[in-house]
């Protein structure tokens, strides 16, 4: 049985499980440093500047609490993801939905946040850009979006599906931009499939979802906070600071600038603040890209599990475990899950019997079952990640590394198998 965001976060309250901010709160740096503070656990502010939306984060800032939400324990989330993205289910269209009763006057109306001191201005972090196009169909995806006026944006666009789009249409393209979703919604807006798969379709194989058509032709998720109808213009202006998944600051750039022309909201919506660097920024952008790596790992040998883990900012260090049944599957593994991930920079493979979201574990498994003379690789001059500041700035060149600590099939002395209490 689906469950909606606003029972999801009155159960989250009942429990204790969210922190309340009752005091007035300000926009500017302060709201940002208390979800800092209360890194892992959801927080809601009642009162921020003088908004009359709520602000809700670090919603979805573990894994546990993606699985909760979609029904599931955590362990099984990959399975779900690929499952999803290999068999994506058409959503189901109503006439009519809960955010279109309310109209804001502008961007100045909603508690958009400034994250940190060089930040280049208020933010958008969490907004899902949904666009059609005649040949390709839909498309959703993440945008980061600087306020640079009571109606305009300007958007971080990489060359990818909604550009495309974007020069199709001639350098105009109308847009929606959706606040306030569901993490099903969030995951699929945040993978890699080919031009022409619908994202929404991906979203709705993970949970089920409805959409409505707004009056310039695209269809949105029902359940959404917060909707503009915008577009995207011609025009370029500065576009940052905005600090990246590696909680490093971004660099600033020449980008579209965007015209907010309407905005809708339900009666009693909350604004989904997403902190840059934090924990859920990370699980929404990183999480999406392990289905990929378990299925090329899949193709070499038995994969066991994925895990982007945050202290490689959960897109530069995977740890993959498998279930080992020939000496030369460890190292087949790597080489699969640099090819499932092209920014990976480090992997670990280690046996089903480590718990790989515990790092402790995995340190103990390369203490004791890793040796660098057979089980290193290192893979020069490869193409890496646009977020790695420690690649080449020009042309993305980078250094990846391997490690295969799995336990060898033949043991020759001490044995490999951990003692269990």
């Not at 020069?380 to 990640?385: A, C, P, R, T, V």
Request: charged share 30%; glycine share 8%; with cysteine.
């Amino acid at each position: 049985m689906s469950v909606t965001l606003e029972q999801f976060i009155a159960k989250l309250k009942k429990e204790g499980r969210m922190e309340i901010v009752k005091k007035k709160v300000s926009s500017h740096l302060e709201a940002a440093k208390i979800m800092h503070s209360l890194e892992g656990k959801p927080v809601y502010f009642e009162n921020v500047d003088v908004s009359k939306f709520s602000v809700i984060g670090n919603l979805f800032c573990t894994r546990e609490l993606v699985a909760e939400y979609l029904g599931c324990e955590k362990e099984e989330l990959v399975q779900r993801m690929l499952k999803a993205i290999e068999k994506p289910a058409k959503p189901k269209e109503v006439k009519t939905a809960a955010f279109l009763e309310n109209e804001a006057d502008d961007l100045n109306g909603l508690p958009l946040l400034f994250h940190y001191p060089q930040d280049g201005g208020e933010y958008i972090t969490s907004g899902v850009v949904i666009a059609q196009d005649e040949k390709y169909g839909r498309n959703c995806s993440f945008h980061r979006m600087m306020k640079i006026g009571k109606d305009k944006l300007v958007a971080r666009i990489l060359e990818r599906h909604l550009n495309e789009f974007i020069k199709r249409a001639g350098g105009r393209k109308e847009i929606a931009i959706c606040v306030g979703l569901p993490p099903n919604i969030l995951l699929a807006a945040a993978t890699s499939v080919e031009l022409g798969v619908d994202e929404l379709g991906i979203a709705n194989s993970l949970m089920p979802l409805q959409t409505v058509r707004l009056e310039n032709g695209i269809s949105v998720p029902a359940e959404s906070q917060i909707v503009m109808i915008a577009e995207i213009t011609p025009e370029l202006a500065d576009e940052g600071k905005f600090v990246d998944l590696t909680n490093t600051y971004d660099i600033v750039r020449k980008q579209p600038v965007v015209k907010v022309k309407k905005i809708y909201y339900k009666t009693g919506a909350f604004y989904h603040a997403l902190l840059p660097g934090g924990n859920e920024h990370k699980l929404l952008m990183g999480m999406p890209r392990e289905p990929t790596i378990w299925r090329e790992v899949s193709r070499v040998c038995e994969c066991r599990g994925v895990n982007l883990t945050f202290g490689g900012c959960s897109w530069l260090h995977a740890v993959v475990s498998i279930r080992k049944k020939k000496e030369e599957d460890g190292k087949n593994a790597l080489e699969a899950a640099f090819r499932g991930h092209s920014s990976l920079k480090h992997a670990v493979i280690v046996d089903d019997d480590i718990d790989i979201y515990n790092m402790e574990e995995v340190e103990w498994a390369v203490a004791v079952r890793f040796q660098a003379k057979r089980g290193l690789v290192v893979k020069e001059n490869e193409k890496g990640s646009s977020l790695d500041p420690s690649a080449d700035p020009a042309t993305r060149a980078t250094s990846k590394m391997g490690i295969d600590a799995t336990k060898s099939l033949m043991s020759k002395g001490k044995d490999f198998e951990r003692a269990r209490m």
